[in-house]
T-cell receptor
Framework: GESVGLHLPTLSVQEGDNSIINCAYS??????FIWYKQESGKGPQFIID?????DKRQGQRVTVLLNKTVKHLSLQIAATQPGDSAVYFC??????????FGKGTTLSVSS | DSGVTQTPKHLITATGQRVTLRCSPR?????VYWYQQSLDQGLQFLIQ???????AKGNILERFSAQQFPDLHSELNLSSLELGDSALYFC?????????????FGPGTRLLVL
């Protein structure tokens, strides 16, 4: 079936570096995408979202880019901090129903 | 803190037993979703309720059922438990409109079936 996936299961960066986490989706009908951060023992926490009529959206230290041509989504974290260490999931959503999650990328930030 | 609450935080039970997980959505949210997170399957959608009515079903086993009450809290019932049901169970809520919208997750219930 169609699903949302991530390119790399793990990413290790140094504190202060910029991080880029990638995600590929296969359903061209998807119209809403969300990035979640999940720390150990906690529920997924909303980071940023983007709708299919946009190609870029910026938040505080985070930017999401959407390339509909190649069905690719990325999350950029500027000046990565140890507190950013977590598992990051992209999720796809259509018409307000279920989120379809990728398998997650574990970001490790060393100081 | 997302505003979604779940109880209990942890649950340990035996195979064959039945448990009930509880979720209270954020104030004003009408939609509640249940997800299961296991190590090998990632986050899987189980079921969605909107204002008391079932709206969508995902990979929910027949041994599992859910409901949403008039005060909008929801319960997920898991019966005839098997070892493989051990997982984290998350509830999420959203306003529940027709457009795609952000879902906010609770802290989860960790279920261990022995």
């Amino acid at each position: 079936g169609e699903s949302v996936g991530l390119h790399l299961p793990t990413l290790s960066v140094q504190e202060g570096d910029n991080s880029i986490i990638n995600c590929a989706y296969s359903n061209s009908a998807s119209d809403y995408f969300i990035w979640y951060k999940q720390e150990s023992g906690k529920g997924p926490q909303f980071i940023i979202d983007i709708r299919s009529n946009m190609d870029k959206r910026q938040g505080q230290r985070v930017t999401v880019l959407l390339n509909k041509t190649v069905k690719h989504l990325s999350l950029q974290i500027a000046a990565t901090q140890p507190g950013d260490s977590a598992v990051y999931f992209c999720a796809e959503n259509q018409a307000g129903t279920a989120l379809i999650f990728g398998k997650g990328t574990t970001l490790s930030v060393s100081s | 803190d997302s505003g979604v609450t779940q109880t209990p935080k942890h649950l340990i039970t035996a195979t064959g037993q039945r448990v009930t997980l509880r979720c209270s959505p954020r104030s004003g949210d009408l939609s509640v979703y249940w997800y299961q997170q296991s190590l090998d399957q990632g986050l899987q959608f189980l079921i969605q309720y909107y204002n008391g009515e079932e709206r969508a079903k995902g990979n929910i086993l027949e041994r599992f059922s859910a409901q949403q009450f008039p005060d909008l809290h929801s319960e997920l019932n898991l019966s005839s438990l098997e070892l493989g049901d051990s997982a984290l169970y998350f509830c999420a809520s959203s306003v529940g409109g027709a457009d795609p919208e952000t879902q906010y997750f609770g802290p989860g219930t960790r279920l261990l079936v022995l």
